[in-house]
């Protein structure tokens, strides 16, 4: 137990000492760019991968092919096109109604004839009652 004590004691004495000793900083000034640049490349990639994955869906291409693109001249396009505009397609991609909306579309009107049910204005569902 002496032993220990004191290993320990002489552990922790010189982990005390190193931690008071000062430790030399090395800074310099960041340009905006250098943070910018992983972030934004990482953002194009991910942009071009979205707009890629989109024109391969078999709904697209149909769609495509009904107006006269192959899905082949579609990536080549997209493969020209700026980094700009390739973030800028991914963004309306994301953004565009698709069949999706259904859902939220079908329990909009859900919440509006159950509101206007429990109100008394209609008498849709069974299991509602009426305020009037």
Do not use: H, W, Y
């Not at 990639?45 to 006269?68: H, K, P």
């Amino acid at each position: 137990m002496k032993i220990f004590k004191k290993l320990v004691s002489t552990g922790l004495i010189v982990c005390i000492t190193a931690a008071g000793l000062p430790f030399s900083a090395q800074a310099r000034i960041v340009a905006t760019e250098e943070i910018a640049a992983p972030a934004a490349a990482s953002t194009l990639i991910d942009s071009r991968a979205t707009v890629n994955q989109f024109l391969v869906r078999d709904d697209v291409r149909q769609a495509m092919l009904g107006q006269g693109v192959t899905a082949q001249a579609a990536l080549e396009r997209v493969a020209a096109m700026s980094d700009s505009e390739v973030a800028q397609l991914a963004g309306r991609i994301d953004q565009a109604p698709a069949g999706g909306d259904v859902l939220g579309i079908l329990f909009t009107v859900f919440i509006v004839l159950l509101v206007t049910d429990i109100m008394g204005l209609t008498k849709v569902f069974p299991f509602t009652r009426s305020v009037r």
